[in-house]
């Protein structure tokens, strides 16, 4: 019996060696490996992959200001952390492969070894991997798997057109209720990707009956909610989101889908508008909210700007921004808040300093951030020219006003702003006690609204409007600087960024500038010397001041009509331009684009802008486009053809046969008026400048920078220009000046004095005072100039001849002690030609020209 026992033992011993051959194929065999793979190798390297893709799940941050992911996002980075895992996985899976090559689990475990390498980025391997599993494989369904996954690893190495494939080629085949929930979930990541969110809510919708809860459900529910509600479903998403919170979701999704809930919830439904407002209170008395009220006042924004309740929308963003700390979502909300002043209230200035706050706040990656940051800029520049014209009108008044008015003015403003710092300090102290204050009736311009009537508002920093300008004005001065202790004495921060520094910006009095340095004894002298260096006292700083309003008025046009789209705000301002500049440089530009305005809304006006360009601008460039619309077009090509005799002239030139490269630029004139002529027009100089003398040659250049003031090439012009002036300087001075004897020519009275008497503003005013009494009939003008590093001048023109520069001369003389003005100031006056001018302000000659004129003018005059 015992022997039989043994027996029967030794047998079933070598059957069940037989079956561990990976070369069997007995049911035993079968039973073996497919037991085998799937319980060590396949199970293991599965076990590892999961823990992989929890990690990930677990290291990624839902944004859910945005439509959630489907699937978080692969970093190379955070790829690393796991190489060891992802090496454990494909070693065990590799095992099952080769030891147990006739078990039902080979093809999964391939799919393992392509999701390890899809992990550690190996897209090459991973896909050569799934494409090994849907050719080679035996299994019908993990081939249809490797497909699926296929299309994950084309969508996420953003090749669309590869996954468009793989899609149209699986979804034809008979699949599982399980591969058919993975493949609609693919395509939904895929139509995701690309921002078709009509496709991707349609395959998520559509996988929904098939979805488990090892699936998050709740999750998925969410996000069809949110892309219904992107797309303006309400209804839709007001199912979905309640179907969410149905599953008990973890806390931030069952928030959010409340919170979205009362968007959507009983306005598509009964238009019960408090019932969606109880709900937002609902949330904010919450304790557990408390994290999420700046999210929540966000909600009740964009709720109430739905409803177009504009007021309550503003003080909800406001109340958002206060709330919290999340910097995405101030980012928004200043985003909401500069919609609403740009588009709705045109408030531009407002909504520009909400922009700047926008900007700084939201992700470079954020929606749209593009379009946001363009309109900034559109802003920025609407805003700098604006203030350029209220500041220069500023400067422009204050230089009307005598020393005394303008010192009691700076004496006013100073008073009342320190008035206003009292007041906010007591706003405050009583805020801190709990109280909170009315201060309507505050003149402060940074509590008022854009009507200047005063806001309710406890103090400046619960008052975003106010942040938001402030914030904007900081930079302007400061540049963008890292928020850190000491910052002002910070090396990093010693120059601010030139990219963020607005150099071009008004420099307001008004504006308190940040400074190291202790405050002035007197600060109302400290500003009155600061304002008395920028407010414009000659006739030529106010001409500069007047160039950049009307500048001003130019550019804010064109914002106006063809960034922000308001054509009656360009005509208003257009018009503004033309009336208070009649010579404006730019007004046949400004009646053409006129024209354009009213081309099709007024005919009638728009031909009255029409026939005053013809009349006054007959060959002007807007004249001819109005003329012909294609003028530009065939001016290019004529431009093209006067290129090339340009350089068939110039390469004349330069062989010195002037005459030929003169019949070269004429042909080339001949084509027409382009953008190219002034290039042609100076070669014609620079052959004058060989062929005539000096004085010609530097006439013609000046002609040609008057005629060309913002062609590209006059800069080069001007450089010639001033290189021959410097050259001819060099050789007077090497020669000795010459001033010419002929004095038979109108005549200049001229006052020089060193530039520290500070004489320019009194001597005119004497002096036009003196010509008033004793030369009335000369009608004769004064002016200032700088002459060098150390005098200035006054300039009386001009006297008609010798006898009248030497009566006038005399006549001054004799009453010089009577202006009590000039008294204690210390000056010499002389006459001079015209001719003999230019010579002494080209070389600075005052010494030779006080001894000629000691030498030919009557000792009387002197």
């Not at 990541?189 to 090892?214: I, T």
């Not at 311009?445 to 920093?461: K, L, R």
């Amino acid at each position: 019996m015992k022997n039989i026992v043994y027996y029967l033992v030794v047998l079933l011993t070598l059957m069940l060696l037989n079956g561990c051959s990976s070369e069997s194929h007995s049911w035993t065999s079968k039973a073996y490996h497919n037991t085998t793979a799937h319980y060590n190798g396949y199970w293991y390297a599965r076990e590892e992959l999961d823990k992989i893709d929890k990690d990930i799940w677990a290291a990624y941050e839902d944004d859910y200001n945005r439509i959630l992911r489907l699937y978080p996002p692969l970093d190379s980075a955070q790829a690393k952390g796991y190489d060891k895992e992802i090496q454990e996985a494909v070693k065990m899976a590799s095992l099952a492969i080769q030891r147990h090559p006739n078990s039902k689990w080979v093809d999964d475990a391939y799919i393992l070894v392509g999701r390890a390498r899809f992990y550690s980025l190996d897209w090459g391997n991973s896909i050569q991997t799934y494409k090994y599993v849907n050719t080679k494989g035996k299994d019908l369904d993990a081939r249809h798997r490797a497909i699926i996954h296929l299309v994950r690893t084309f969508t996420e190495h953003q090749e669309f057109n590869n996954a468009q494939a793989a899609i149209d080629f699986v979804q034809k085949m008979p699949l599982t209720k399980t591969n058919k929930k993975h493949l609609l979930l693919e395509k939904a990541y895929f139509y995701q990707m690309q921002g078709d969110l009509d496709k991707m809510v349609r395959n998520l919708s559509e996988a929904v009956p098939l979805l488990k809860k090892r699936d998050k459900p709740g999750r998925i529910y969410f996000i069809i909610g949110q892309v219904y509600q992107k797309l303006g479903f309400e209804a839709e998403a007001y199912n979905y989101y309640k179907k969410c919170i149905a599953t008990n979701p973890e806390y931030e999704v069952d928030f959010y889908a409340r919170l979205y809930l009362a968007q959507v919830t009983e306005i598509s439904r009964s238009k019960d508008v408090n019932a969606a407002r109880k709900s937002f209170r609902r949330l904010l008395k919450d304790g557990k909210n408390k994290d999420f009220k700046d999210k929540i006042y966000y909600e009740m924004g964009v709720f109430e700007l739905k409803q177009k309740n504009l007021d309550e929308a503003i003080a909800d963003f406001n109340r958002s921004v206060r709330a919290g700390n999340n910097k995405r979502i101030d980012g928004e909300a200043y985003l909401r808040l500069g919609e609403i002043y740009y588009d709705t209230l045109r408030q531009y200035q407002l909504s520009q300093a909400y922009y700047d706050s926008a900007i700084n706040a939201l992700p470079k990656d954020y929606e749209g951030y593009a379009r946001i940051k363009a309109r900034q800029e559109i802003l920025n520049e609407f805003v700098k020219h604006l203030n350029t014209i209220k500041w220069q009108d500023s400067l422009l008044a204050l230089a009307a006003m005598d020393t005394a008015a303008l010192r009691a003015q700076i004496k006013s403003n100073f008073e009342a702003k320190k008035r206003e710092e009292e007041k906010r300090a007591a706003v405050e102290k009583k805020r801190r006690g709990g109280n909170r204050i009315d201060i309507s009736g505050n003149s402060n311009p940074i509590f008022a609204n854009e009507n200047g009537e005063a806001q309710e508002v406890d103090w400046y920093f619960g008052n975003p409007s106010a942040m938001a300008m402030g914030e904007t004005e900081f930079k302007r001065v400061w540049g963008n600087v890292p928020l850190e202790d000491n910052w002002r004495r910070s090396l990093r921060s010693a120059t601010a960024d030139d990219n963020e520094v607005d150099e071009t910006a008004p420099d307001d009095p008004n504006v308190q500038q940040p400074t190291n340095t202790a405050p002035p004894a007197d600060p109302v002298a400290a500003e009155y010397d600061r304002l008395d260096q920028q407010i414009p006292r000659t006739e030529e700083q106010k001409q500069e001041a007047l160039a950049k309003i009307e500048d001003a008025y130019f550019k804010l046009g064109d914002i106006y009509y063809f960034k922000l789209q308001e054509p009656e705000n360009a005509v208003t301002t257009y018009n503004t331009l033309l009336k208070r500049f009649p010579e404006t440089k730019h007004e046949a530009e400004v009646l053409y684009k006129l024209y354009l305005i009213y081309k099709d809304s007024d005919p009638s006006k728009a031909e009255q802008y029409a026939s005053l360009l013809l009349s006054k601008y007959p060959d002007s460039t807007f004249a001819k486009l109005l003329k012909n619309p294609n003028y530009l077009a065939e001016s290019e090509q004529a431009g093209e053809k006067q290129k090339v005799l340009y350089k068939d002239a110039y390469s004349r030139y330069t062989e010195g046969d002037n005459t030929a490269a003169r019949q070269t630029i004429d042909e080339a004139l001949a084509l027409g008026q382009t953008t190219f002529v002034p290039n042609l027009e100076l070669l014609q100089v620079l052959i004058i400048g060989k062929t005539e003398n000096v004085a010609q040659y530097q006439y013609s250049l000046e002609e040609f920078i008057k005629k060309y003031p913002e062609a590209a090439i006059t800069e080069y012009a001007k450089t010639l220009l001033q290189s021959s002036r410097d050259f001819q300087t060099k050789q007077e001075r090497r020669m000795g000046i010459q001033y010419i004897r002929s004095l038979e020519e109108p005549h200049y009275f001229i006052m020089i004095y060193r530039k520290d008497e500070k004489l320019s503003d009194v001597a005119s005013a004497v002096l036009d005072k003196f010509n008033l009494a004793s030369f009335k009939d000369l009608a004769l003008k004064t002016s200032n100039l700088i002459l060098n590093d150390d005098y200035a001048l006054t300039m009386v023109s001009e006297l008609p001849r010798v006898t009248s520069a030497i009566e006038y001369a005399q006549t001054f003389k004799a009453q010089v002690s009577k202006l009590t003005e000039l008294q204690n100031h210390k000056f010499n006056t002389f006459v001079i030609t015209k001719d003999n001018f230019d010579i002494f302000y080209r070389t600075k000659g005052l010494d030779e020209y006080i001894q000629f004129f000691q030498k030919n003018y009557p000792a009387e005059a002197q």
